[in-house]
């Protein structure tokens, strides 16, 4: 039984939740949730442009800016860092905020490292499109913004910091524990990484050790736990339920933070790495299964439906518990074998990024907004919409390139397959994936064009909090 | 969990725990991996890039080939990389040592290069891999920003690329390598891993030992090898 006073449902009464609603706080949120808005859309047309090249190579291949491997580096980054990184920690802060019970500040910190931010993000955009390309997955801006983007992180999350310490109550929730952690070890995690590949790089192999713990880090310590801070967040409070295993929380919350990490070696199965890596990666990845059934469990109220935001969170949680056992599945060597380098791994990829954490963020933004900005989302069929084509996307891009990988990975294992027949054999699996990016980036239109109306028709009293 | 402060070690016991034991760990076992010199041919393996081979390792990185390409070959019997012909044995973390820009890449939409100079029975020559870049093949997109279309003036220039078909320059004109697509063709050029390293030789096939302990000091630096070397 849990102690009311550690109830994950005894947040702050509503009367007196502050209102970051109020204040320079509120601009500053808005703006990172607007801007990271328009990154997404962006991100979705990069991403779009990426997947008809690797089934139609010619495609815009005479542009030097927009060779495959550059709009790959482009979409990537810019969902990463545009979408996640302005989306994500403007939510964990919103929720610390509110857990605190206390307004953002200091917001001139927090609004200032949130401009340099997005400049740091458009510069390096601009810089991987002009040859700045690091080439490392999930670090592909050029080490020139990099130090940019450390300080103006380290200053949006010092309102984190605040609202933290700040906290008028001793007792921390899941979703506090999540929001702190990806805060604070955003920062360590980056700069380890660009010191040691960027600026004095490791030695040979030891690099792609080195990025390998980073972009399973990057997930593992920052993506997921913005999301799942999100999902905790909401969940109780939309459901009205208590969360089924909290009292497991905490481990699972641990086991993820200190395993996380070394599952990234799965990738480097086979490879030049010393074999301990990969062996480690995947005894670490069959015991994180525990963090997914913890999650699960807990989240499950999530399912009962009904909010618009549940329904996101629900397939956020479904595709997070999903997409870590199949992880958990490839990491073992008779079937990485099979998946390594192909298609396949994409489809992983994708479908956690998009599927699992995008997903999460998308829900607990439905339930924030109408609190932030004061005034219901604008309208209710985009939301729908929203959901729809968004749920179909991610589920038709991560088969269809899932099928592919398949398809490619035995085709390779076999020699005598020359590469021509497996691009002939994938096509039309690949012509699928890009017909869902398309519907991704629809869905990301409606998303974006339902925000900026919600913030530009006048505030509707009374029915603030009635949201979706 | 009460404590703030408590909770921030946990955080940076967490981070530190994964930080010591995959970065600090393997760097303690490779960061001071020496080259190996051969007594019997005097000279010391792997050979450190040439010059304009590595101004073409920057063309690779940032053209992003890597998005499409590996340079990693895996053991026999893992994959059919040796079987394909991609190397005689599998890279090991040897042949890297020189890399400043080490790309070991994610996907193989397009072969491994690991060994591109190397391969048998017959490895593509410079005016292969200018056609192939220039005029593009399967899913191999064209790179034909790298070159110029250029007049004829006079003689036909010796660098200008020997093209037939739907490639073939207009009369009077010509087809010229940039110094980029040069580089870039002498950095896959250099990639060559024939050399034979003691512990890039297969395992003998006895009963499999257990699986390397995460205790990186248990291997001396110079046994350690990729996945055969267990």
Redesign the interface.
Known sequence: MIPAATHPLAGPPASAQPDSDRGPGRCVLLFMLGSGMLWLVLSAVLALISSI??HS??YL????FL????A??LAETAFVYGWIGNCGPALALWILCRLAGEPLRPSRWAGTGAFFWNLGVAIGLAGIAF?????I?MLELPRYVQPLLFASYAAVALAGVTA??GRRR???FASH?YA??AL??FP??FS?AQV?LLWF??????????AG?FAQ?LWT?WIAPLALAGAYYVVPRVSGKVLPAYDTA?LGF?CL??????T??R??????????????AIGASVILLFHYIVVFTNLRPGFAGGATSLRFIAFGVAAYVLGGLVDGVTAI?GVA?LT????F??AQRQFALHGAATMMLFGTLYFALPRIAGRPWASRGLVRGHFALYALGILLLAFCLGTAGWI?GSA????KTA??D??ILTRGWLLGATAAQTLLLAADIFLAVNFFTTLACAPQGGDKEGAP | MKSGPLFFLGLAAAFGFSFAGIVIGSNAQLGRQAPFYDDSEGVSFPARLPGSAAAGQLAYRDLGCASCHTQQVRRAGFGSDVDRGWGDRQSVARDYIYQTHVQLGWSRTGPDLTNIAGRKPSAPDAGDLMRLLYGGQGAMPAYSFLFEDRKIVGQVSDDALRLAGRLEPAPGRQIVPTDRARELVDYLLSLNTTYDYPEAQPAPAVHPAPEAHPAPVAHPAPAAGGEAKK
């Not at chain 1, 933070?257 to 070394?262: F, I, K, Y």
């Not at chain 1, 199965?269 to 301990?276: D, F, L, R, V």
Request: charged share 10%; net charge negative; hydrophobic share 55%.
């Open positions: 090249q690797v190579p010619q291949s005479d542009l030097e060779t495959h491997g550059r790959q580096a040859g700045g390309v690091t080439a997955p933290w310490t001793e007792v921390m524990w702190v952690a604070f070890l360590w995690l380890v040691m790089p490791v030695r040979g192999v030891l690099q792609a050790v080195v713990w880090g310590l905490a641990w933070l200190v395993l996380g990490a070394w990234g070696g990738h480097l199965i086979g490879g030049p790495a010393p074999a301990w890596i990969a062996t480690v060597r074998v390594q380098f192909t298609h791994d994409e490619q390779l294992n076999d020699p590469f021509a497996i691009a």
